[in-house]
């Protein structure tokens, strides 16, 4: 299978000097993702999914960090 969709995203950061300071920022993100499932026996499914995740952003100040990520997710199942 493919696909593509929006994911939300969050972020609490801690930097500074003379002591740590946290911030806190979420943003909006595309993703688009390819996978696969297979079925053993009659119901038992093991799957995996592959996803890109982009344009995760988070702006403080004059820093930006990019969140962009790739994640590859195992899973199981049982169909019906």
């Known amino acids: 299978y493919l696909g593509t969709g929006v994911s939300y995203q ?6 500074g000097e003379g002591g740590p ?3 806190e ?3 909006f993100a595309g993703y688009v993702h ?3 499932d297979f079925l053993l026996g009659n119901h038992f499914l093991l799957g995996l ?3 890109y995740i982009f344009a995760a952003d988070f702006d403080e100040g004059d820093a ?3 969140a ?5 997710t195992g899973r199981i199942g049982w169909s019906f």
Request: charged letters at 30%.
């Open 10 to 15: 969050s972020a609490e950061i801690e930097f």
């Open 21 to 23: 300071e946290t911030v």
């Open 25 to 27: 920022d979420a943003a």
């Open 34 to 36: 390819g996978g696969a």
């Open 49 to 51: 999914d592959l996803r």
């Open 64 to 66: 930006t960090l990019e």
């Open 68 to 72: 962009d990520s790739l994640q590859l």
